[in-house]
């Protein structure tokens, strides 16, 4: 079973940023384009971004594009959201998804998930 760990989520003022982060062994993560999603409560889990293994192809639902952006050091075996000029609608859960594929405007999710980490805007 790979382990896939989240971290970088908390409470911040409508205007910050946050950077979030997302972990996986290096053999693995560095073969996999890797997503990002969130849950608020009571909705459905949405895309948010996603990045190729070698980050040449990027994506961004519109909610976050000019405001988000995604990488990775596969090297390390990690990923980041950077997150800025955030509003209260941008509070979730935020999860991480790698191996998946982005194919069409539809990012087709793996079976390797993150726990989760809160992300919680503040007007």
């Known amino acids: 079973q790979v382990q896939v760990v989240e971290s970088g989520g908390g409470l911040v003022q409508s205007g910050g940023s946050l950077r979030l982060s997302c972990t996986a062994p290096?053999?693995?993560?560095?073969?996999?384009?890797m997503g990002w999603f969130r849950q608020g409560p009571g909705k459905q889990r949405d895309f948010v971004a996603s990045i190729t293994r070698s980050g040449t192809d990027i994506n961004y639902s519109e909610s976050v594009k000019g405001r988000f952006t995604i990488s990775r050091d596969n090297a390390t075996g990690t990923g980041y959201l950077q997150m800025n000029n955030l509003k209260p609608e941008d509070t979730s859960v935020y999860y991480c998804?790698?191996?998946?594929?982005?194919?069409?405007?539809?990012?087709?999710?793996?079976?390797?998930w993150g726990q989760g980490t809160q992300v919680t805007v503040s007007s």
């Open positions: 998804n790698i191996g998946g594929t982005y194919e069409d405007g539809t990012y087709y999710q793996s079976a390797y």
């Open positions: 290096v053999s693995f993560f560095s073969d996999y384009t």
